[in-house]
């Protein structure tokens, strides 16, 4: 795969359950088309020309030197790094990558940084090694759907629901944080499914984020959009509430306030 040289990596998030972020690759093989946020940002500005040169993506091959950099200077402001936003550190198939982000999560948890990851890719068993790697870090699946016919639409060459969430499993077995983001979350007249089986499915996880589906027109016009999500949201209450675990409803997904009114993770 083709490499890239940065001169930064470590930034502060916007995003409101995020800290310090990085992103050590740019492009993502997944090719989501939801639309993809992280896409049309590239494409804004000149950093890829359209879908499929998104889709091959390039190596960042100084990670590990800017981190080396950017660790002292930043240590003492981060609460966590969160891998990644804009791209996929566990990008399916592609194992170079995969071993990039298990350096960068050694390199982070050596200083006491301790990451959040989130994935559409299968988690390596390596991740396990306790020694090797932290034991406050906490590994997250995106799961918006059960529906293989979505998935091949809207997630196309990213990995099965099923393998998804069964590599996250064998972690959460293992005595790992364990978190679930359900975003974007498709409206009705996109797949018709239950919310409550998605849930039942990754029961077992310790955080779960939900927020809408932005950027897509079926989506926005979709006659009771607003009551659709809060109707999700207050269904998400529940069942974190029964099953004790910790959520967080994105800013905008349900009423204005919500983001006072949501328990957001400790």
Not at 87 to 101: A, R
Not at 118 to 127: A, C, M, V, W
Not at 226 to 246: D, P, T
Request: charged residues 30%.
């Amino acid at each position: 795969m083709k490499k890239i040289l940065r001169k930064s990596l470590l930034y502060k998030s916007d995003v409101e359950y995020a800290d310090f972020c990085l992103n050590h690759v740019e492009g993502c093989s997944h090719g989501c088309k939801f639309p993809c946020y992280a896409m049309q940002m590239a494409k804004r500005y000149g950093r890829i020309k359209n879908y499929f040169d998104w889709c091959k993506p390039k190596l960042v091959e100084n990670a590990l030197e800017l981190l080396d950099k950017e660790i002292p200077r930043y240590k003492d402001k981060i609460k966590f790094v969160h891998l990644c936003f804009m791209t996929d550190p566990f990008m399916y198939d592609y194992k170079e990558i995969q071993d990039m982000s298990l350096k960068i999560i050694k390199r982070l948890n050596k200083d006491q940084i301790r990451c959040t990851v989130l994935t559409k890719g299968i988690y390596p068993k390596k991740l396990i090694d306790k020694k090797t790697y932290g034991v406050n870090n906490e590994y997250g699946i995106t799961l918006v759907s059960l529906d293989d016919k979505f998935k091949e639409k809207f997630e196309p060459y990213s990995a099965s629901y099923k393998r998804r969430i069964n590599a996250l499993k064998e972690l959460h077995k293992k005595g790992l944080k364990t978190w679930v983001s359900i975003e974007p979350y498709p409206t009705p007249n996109i797949v018709k499914q239950e919310l409550l089986t998605i849930l039942n499915s990754i029961s077992f996880v310790d955080k779960i984020v939900f927020g809408k589906l932005n950027y897509n027109v079926i989506a926005s016009h979709y006659n009771g959009n607003k009551e659709f999500y809060n109707s999700c949201a207050k269904l998400i209450k529940k069942f974190c509430s029964k099953k004790g675990i910790q959520y967080h409803i994105k800013y905008g997904t349900e009423r204005e306030d919500n983001i006072k009114t949501v328990k957001i993770f400790k």
